[in-house]
Every structure is written in C-alpha cells, then in structure tokens.
C-alpha cells in the first residue's frame, strides 16, 4: 500500500518543526487531499501558512498533551505521522517530567485518539537516543516506542497500524550542532565541540523523509524502522565546517552535555540479529527472547555473532567525505552561495 493516496488526509504533530515543514513539503508534492498541522506555536503557524500559501493545510492550534485537541485533529485522518517532541536533551535533564508529558503522555494521546478514529497508520518519530538511553529524551522516546508494542498486543485485530522510524541527528534542523557552527564561524569564533572524539550519525532532512515514507508503506505494527546512515567524529565534522567557510581548521573543546554519550546506538545486538535487511534500512518487529549469555553488545543470528549498530562501527566518514555530505544539504548551499557562487555552481 502507498502511503500518501490523493484522496488521504494526513496529520502531522509538531509540523512547524524543521522535520515537520520538511514533511509537509513532501505530502504536498505527492498531491495529498489535506494536510493538518497541530502544533502549540501559532506564531510558526502564521510563518508556514504565508510560505506555503495552500489551502490543502490545515492549521490546529493546540498540544499533544491534551487528548480532546487531539481527538478533534484527528477526526477524519487516514495518517499521522507524530514528530510532536521535547528534543532538547539538557532542557529534558533540568525538567524531565515535562518531557514525560509531552513524549510519553502525549504520544500516548496520539495512538489512543487514531485507534478511535480509525485512523489507518501511525508512525513515532524515535531517536538512538532511545537505545540503552541514559538522559531523559532517550528514556522517554524508548518508553514511546513501547507505546506501539504495546498497541500491537493489545489490539492485534486493529485497523490502525501503529510503528516508529529511529534515527540520528537530523542535520540542519533546528537546535542541531550545524547551524551553531555555522553561526559561530560566520562571527568570527571557532565552533565550540563537546568532545571531538564523540561520533554521532548523519542524515539529511530528505532521508528522514524517505524513512518514514518507507515506514508507512511496509509496516507492521509494532515496527521499528532504522536508517543505516554513516557516521563522523564530532571535531571533524566541525573541521569540515571550516574548510567550507575557509574558516582557520581550529575548534575549542567546551566538555560534554548533561546526557550525552560518546557514541550513539541506532539499534542493539538483539534488534540486529531478527532485524529485516532491506538495504538502506532495517526492520525491527517487536521484541522477541533475548541472549542473556553475551555481552550486551553482542547476540547471536543463526550461527553469527552480531553487533550492535552504533557511531563508532558504523561505515565513518573523513573530512573531505563529510564536506561532499554537506555541500548536498540546501542549507549549506544556500550559506555558502552568499560568498563562495562557485562552490555551489
């Protein structure tokens, strides 16, 4: 089944976000009937609704916390894909219960409200932060993913198909490292790097996009999806930045976060070895017996010891392959257009 039939209504929480216009955008594209926006921020609102100039989306104000506002947004929906979310990983460490109530409460209105609507299919936006979480977003996001497990068990004659998509930072979007670097070396200052050692994943905007479409169209509830994106060490990836800007090839070390980890994980041992390979993702169904007997990075698929996946195995990007990366993100091209034409010609 394609997703995105002409005649569909699709919702989408948090669509004032950098994912969510990205989202909207696209479903605009495929010709999609009505798209709806519910989002708390009516300022953005205002800002999407001139930019984009179609009458084919629909503006909700309201949260996800609240079931009636979601309930009524929902109304009439064949999809929703719910980015809705606390992101912000030391915001979260200071006021964990708030991303309690926004990730977990309100993804649970979320999933609640489609399965009385009749809503066909629902798909969480997840995190790697989620696997072997140890800051509050990631806990929260795994609690939401057993959201869609749950809902898969409890209702396994339901029309609405509940799964997640789990990825890595989205470059680009708002609140991420990329736009600080850009900000920093357009001032004249070094970009500030936690621990240039930490690694982290790399995806575009338009992959996540594709994620969830793939999402949409093979799910099974309970799913999780998983993109197979590269990876980089952080101080590279700024020192990437500085070549671009023909900024000096310099960085300051400021520490670690509050939650932060070294690496990412995209996907543990366990999920690899019953995971679905369908190329550039991975299906994970819902959870399965476990290997207690290995270490925790480690489980058996048939007579193969597996791994997780996580950003130091993963296939790692240098320099001059992270630059290739972002010269591809409009973004960085639009940036780079305003001093350096020929790079983006």
Known sequence: MTPFEPEATVLVTGGTGSFGQTMVRRLLDRGVAEIRVLSRDEAKQDAMRHALADDRVRYHLGDVRDFETVLRATRDVDHIFHAAALKQVPACEFFPIEAVRTNVSGSANVVEAAERQGVRSVVLLSTDKAVQPVNTMGMTKAIMEKLAQAHARNHPDSDTTVSCVRYGNVMYSRGSVIPLFVKQIRTGRAPTVTDPDMTRFLMSLADSVQLVEHAFAHAHPGD??????????????????????????????????????????????????????????????????????????????????????????????DVSEIREVLLGLPEIRAELAVREPALVS
């Open 224 to 317: 999780v999806f998983i993109h197979k994106a590269s990876a980089c060490r952080v101080g590279e990836l700024a020192l990437a930045m500085c070549q671009l800007f023909d900024a000096p090839e310099k960085y300051d070390t400021v520490g670690a976060r509050l939650g932060e980890k070294l690496h990412e994980c995209l996907a543990s041992a366990e999920e690899v070895a019953r995971a679905d390979d369908f190329g550039d993702f991975l299906r994970v169904p819902m959870d399965g017996p476990t290997v207690h007997s290995l270490p925790p990075s480690l489980a058996i698929s048939g007579t193969a010891v597996v791994q997780e996946l996580n950003s130091a195995n993963a296939l790692r990007l």
